[in-house]
């Protein structure tokens, strides 16, 4: 019997139901298909696949990933296959492998955003749709979509028009006030918030006095955020009415059951993937451990108990 038995550890993000509330991150887990050897992917609560365009993206120029102390910088720059190839060539592994997919999609424009996320609706196995409008890493968008309520709302208003799927909205942290934009995507329809995605920033290589990522700056990831993403999920789980998943350096089984405490649904898991390929099962097993050792029966109870 492993130290989480009793405990129930579903959750629920609207209308998706999970069997645990660990999610594997978009932009870390690749497309799920790249670690069948290695993690059941059906145990996992959901996993969403790299961030998906209407065509393929080649991404930004090598060095593109530099570690940093307490996390890592990424200018990946939102690289993939396609929403087409992704359908044909890998969903169907993953629906076979009894994945829950949330397909992370992104566009240049309100109207490729409908017409990527319409392409995903209802396709076998995807739980949720994830619009990405957050990521650092698109100069081409002149600037983070996701920071003004008005372009963010627009972009919703077009993807809800399109999909009867839920629709998550990720949310940027490079922002003075997130509730603004989580309420501009409440608005407009969103069924969920995901928050946050990475906080822009350098790094240096002061030999060569040059920036260690080729594309200048990118997106800071990992524990060195995670007390900037509890804040913003707290203030968001106050401020609207869907559920909020938490992302933001979650490293343990503590660390996800924190951002539960501020009201957070699920979590998603990201950087310790890299380190640990079973990041997202560890972390559900810590947090069924955890919640027998002090005698709470479902981690579902954990949520938004946070003495203020």
Not at 98 to 125: I, K, Q, T, Y
Not at 142 to 160: E, H, N, S, Y
Not at 161 to 176: D, E, F, I, T
Not at 231 to 258: H, Y
Request: aromatic share 4%.
């Amino acid at each position: 019997m492993s130290a989480g038995a009793g405990v129930d550890t579903s959750v629920a993000v609207g209308a998706v139901r999970l069997p645990n509330p660990v999610i594997a991150a978009s932009g870390t887990f690749g497309y799920g298909t790249e670690f069948a050897g290695l993690v059941d992917l059906g145990a996992l609560g959901a996993l969403a696949v790299k961030g998906l365009s209407l065509r393929p993206s080649p991404g930004k120029p090598a060095p593109r990933l530099v570690e940093t102390p307490g996390g890592m910088l990424n200018s990946i720059g939102l690289q993939n296959i396609g929403v087409e190839a992704f359908l044909g060539d890998r969903l169907p592994a993953l629906r076979a492998a009894g994945a829950r997919v949330v397909a992370n999609f992104w566009g240049d424009s309100p109207e490729e955003f409908a017409e990527c996320a319409a392409r995903l609706d209802g396709a076998p196995g995807v739980v949720a749709l994830e619009l990405n409008a957050s990521s650092p890493n698109r100069p081409e968008w002149g600037g983070i979509l996701a920071t003004d309520p008005q372009a963010l709302a627009a972009i919703v208003r077009a993807v809800r028009a399109r999909v009867r799927a839920p629709l998550w909205v990720k949310l940027s942290p490079n922002v003075g006030d997130i509730t603004r934009v989580g309420r501009a995507a409440e608005a407009e329809g969103a069924d969920a918030l995901t928050a946050i995605n990475t906080l822009r920033a350098t790094a240096i290589d002061l030999e060569a006095r040059r920036p260690r990522l080729a594309a200048g700056s990118g997106g800071l990831s990992g524990p060195a955020i995670k007390p900037v993403a509890l804040r913003m999920v707290q203030e968001l789980a106050r401020a609207v009415r869907i559920p909020v998943v938490g992302i933001g350096g979650i490293m343990t089984g503590e660390d996800a059951l924190e951002f539960l405490c501020c009201g957070a649904r699920a979590v998603q898991v990201g950087t310790a993937i890299f380190y640990d390929p079973r990041a997202p099962l560890r972390i559900a097993e810590e947090m069924a451990r955890w919640c027998r050792a002090h005698g709470v029966g479902a981690i579902s109870d954990v949520i938004g108990t946070l003495q203020s």
